[in-house]
């Protein structure tokens, strides 16, 4: 199973970015899926996650501004973020729970600037 994030960048605050993630070796659709962040000095952290029972969650720091999605035909998970803010700048990473294992990309990196 290999993860492939993409889509970070550079924005300003109140901007908008869509992150990507394409799966080999296996599918979005019948996993656990999700996205988590890392900020300098600080745990990696849950974003946002699509649970096997198709259920999405989100942390409460983007409720209401960042949406999860996955194309089932594309075989690719998203991360729709809008009204980005400077504390949402972070290395995002996808993530993918399959047979009680664990999967995760290289990392995008967001920076979100004031």
């Known amino acids: 199973v290999q993860l492939q994030a993409s889509g970070g960048g550079l924005v300003q605050a109140g901007g908008s970015l869509r992150l990507s993630c394409a799966a080999s070796?296996?599918?979005?659709?019948?996993?656990?899926v999700g996205w988590y962040r890392q900020a300098p000095g600080r745990q990696r952290e849950v974003v946002a996650r699509i649970s096997s029972d198709r259920t999405a969650n989100y942390a409460d720091a983007v409720k209401g501004r960042f949406t999860i999605s996955r194309d089932i035909r594309k075989n690719t998970l998203y991360l729709q973020m809008s009204s980005l803010k400077p504390e949402d700048t972070a290395i995002y990473y996808c993530n993918l729970v399959k047979s009680s294992r664990e999967y995760w990309g290289q990392g995008t990196q967001v920076t979100v600037s004031s």
């Open positions: 070796g296996t599918t979005f659709g019948l996993n656990a």
